[in-house]
């Protein structure tokens, strides 16, 4: 064999598992079809799952370093403000962070290569598996114009939504729910903040609309919006981003001198699924086996804590002693476990947001209704 595993895709992930794995003295090649710095489709907002993982493998330092602490979630809810300081079981966890993956990604790749465990190749795309067996024991891919392999005892698929080794090996659907909302979003500069860094979201009807302080004082600001919307947005994302904004109330007014400077990035295709994240010689992991709709903002909590919870099975089984079956299967439960209550949260108020969103005013006393919508709300919180 010429490495112990081999991971295609290295951002959130895949960074995760090669420095987890590296550290833990196991020979990893990381094959990436793009190059870092790099940007790639996210809003980027994480919590403390991320922070709790950026910590153990040693970038939380850096990671934190690079945008303001947001501290404060702030909702704007059909003309009602509840403002709610960051939970977290760690007291030092108590914030969010937003980071343009530009940034976030290539801290990660340079801790990557910090590793001497750790071969990461650049601008190489997986084309092809090597079976053995019946087993998966390696990949071929594309570098430079030329075709490469190398074998390995597992090879992990951490290659996102479009993951070219899922598309191989297709793995069965353990759920699936249809594209339900879609979403842009875009960075300016000179929008008028709140003092403090501060997590803003503006409920209105089904839309939500964040505000969040991120790198290199930029301020990302998105929409989502339910799906049946889609067509008639994208003929002009621009004019209807902008309009949408403008009709906020509480936001209106520090439009005025903010500054769009990047693209309008946009997505309407994104469904929720959870599918089988192993098999004979390989594994799927973040994206490649579980995606959320991406008006939860969770998808990075979600993925670098399952490309953790793969390290470990996967050190138990090349280090200490467990049967893959035993090894993976705890992968597969731990994993599932982590993410029920969000997934089913996520894919439910994908849907509509509204019930969540009147069951919070009602809860608090802002609005007369059912307890029973108070009850699904703390089912899903
Ligand atoms: C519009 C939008 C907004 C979002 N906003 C948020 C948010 O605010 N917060 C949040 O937590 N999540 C958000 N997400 C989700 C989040 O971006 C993903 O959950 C997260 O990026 C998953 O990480 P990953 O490492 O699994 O996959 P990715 O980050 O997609 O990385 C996969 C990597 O694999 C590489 N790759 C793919 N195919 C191959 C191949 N054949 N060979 C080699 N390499 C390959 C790709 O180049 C890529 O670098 C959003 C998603 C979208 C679409």
């Known amino acids: ?49 991320a922070l709790r993982v950026f910590e153990k493998i040693g970038v939380m330092e850096k990671v934190a370093a690079m945008a303001p602490r947001m501290e404060l979630i702030w909702n704007y809810i059909d003309g009602h403000i509840l403002v709610d300081p960051v939970e977290a ?16 990604d290539w801290i990660l790749y340079k801790r990557m290569t910090r590793e001497k465990n750790i071969e990461v190749r650049q601008n190489a795309k997986v084309k092809d598996l090597i079976w053995e067996d019946g087993r998966v024991a390696g990949i071929r891919w594309n570098e430079k114009g030329r075709e490469h392999e190398a074998t390995a005892r597992v090879v992990v698929g951490a290659d996102g939504f479009y993951s070219t080794l899922a598309n191989l090996l297709q793995p069965p659907y353990e759920s699936y729910v249809p594209v339900r909302r879609f979403a842009y979003y ?12 501060t997590a803003e979201h503006h409920f209105v009807g089904n839309t939500i609309s964040y505000i969040f302080p991120t ?18 947005f994208k003929k002009s994302p621009l004019r209807n981003f902008m309009s949408h904004l403008e009709s906020l109330p509480l936001l209106v007014s520090r439009l005025k001198d903010a500054r ?25 992991t973040g994206d490649a086996q579980q995606v959320m709709d991406p008006w939860s903002g969770m998808g990075i909590d979600h993925a670098t804590t399952h490309a953790d919870m793969l390290a470990d099975s996967l050190d138990s089984w090349m280090n200490n002693g467990s049967t893959w079956d ?17 997934f089913h949260r996520t894919t439910t108020f994908a849907a509509d947001l509204r019930p969540m969103t009147q069951a919070a005013l009602m809860k608090r006393g802002l609005l007369q209704g059912a307890p029973e919508v108070i009850s699904v709300y703390k089912n899903y919180q």
């Open 1 to 49: 064999m010429d490495y112990d595993v081999i991971i295609a895709g290295g951002r959130v992930a895949g960074a995760v598992l090669a420095i987890r794995l590296g550290k833990l003295g196991h020979r990893v090649l990381v094959v990436e079809k793009s190059h870092f710095p790099s940007d790639t489709l996210s809003t980027s907002l994480f919590r403390a799952p």
């Open 215 to 232: 790198d290199y004082d930029l301020t990302m600001v998105a929409v989502s919006m339910p799906i049946q919307g889609f067509a008639e």
């Open 326 to 342: 035993a090894a993976m299967s705890e992968y597969h439960k731990r994993i599932r476990a982590f993410s029920k209550k969000a």
């Open 260 to 284: 769009l400077v990047s693209n309008l990035y946009g997505s309407g295709n994104i469904p929720s699924y959870q599918r089988m994240p192993y098999g004979s010689g390989w594994a799927l």
């Open 89 to 104: 079981p760690e007291e030092h966890l108590r914030f969010f962070l937003c980071e343009r993956r530009i940034t976030l």
């Open 186 to 197: 875009g960075y300016f500069r000179d929008l008028d903040s709140f003092d403090v860094p």
